[in-house]
């Protein structure tokens, strides 16, 4: 070997990123995983939905209380709320981690995040007076 000539390593990473020490934040995985339970989840919840509306059409507000203040509707459908706003938080982390840099990520991120629960305990507390609705009005 000539002792002359330096070794020469090649590195797969750019200058940039290792100047900065960017890297991986390990959370990837984790947050595809999560958005895939939730979407699973979503499917058969969704479904009895439907259902439900399609046998509650035509049904006067009365008809409609009676069926949410039943333990098992109003159960199924605050999962529903919460899942749907939990999913939908989830995917908008994701839009917001890639379109959104510089200044603007982390206020639109905490945004997103204060957005989709409020929107989310608005639907919870909708629910909960549905199922625990006072009794209608004579009159």
Same mark, same amino acid.
């Given at each position: 070997?000539?002792?002359?000539? %330096?070794?020469? !390593?090649?590195?797969? !990473? ?5 100047? !900065? ?7 990837? &995985? ?13 499917? %058969?919840?969704? $479904? =009895? ?7 509650? $059409? ?7 209380? /009676? =069926?949410?203040? /039943? %333990? ?5 459908? &605050? ?7 939990? *999913? ?16 603007? *990520?982390? %206020?639109? /991120?905490?945004?997103? /995040? ?26």
């Amino acid at each position: 070997m000539n002792a002359t000539s %330096p070794t020469h !390593r090649t590195v797969m !990473r750019s200058q940039l990123g290792r100047a !900065r020490g960017l890297g991986s934040g390990h959370s990837g &995985t984790g947050h595809w995983i999560v958005e895939r339970v939730s979407a699973a989840s979503l499917l %058969p919840l969704s $479904g =009895w939905f439907v259902i439900q509306m399609f046998r509650l $059409g035509g049904a006067d507000y009365e008809q409609v209380a /009676k =069926w949410g203040g /039943k %333990p098992v509707n109003a159960t199924l459908l &605050t999962a529903l709320v919460a899942t749907s706003f939990y *999913h939908a938080e989830v995917g908008l982390q994701v839009i917001v981690d890639d379109y959104v840099h510089g200044k603007a *990520h982390a %206020p639109t /991120k905490l945004l997103v /995040k204060i957005g989709t629960g409020l929107l989310g305990l608005l639907g919870i507390v909708s629910v909960l007076k549905l199922a625990l609705g006072r009794p209608a009005s004579k009159g």
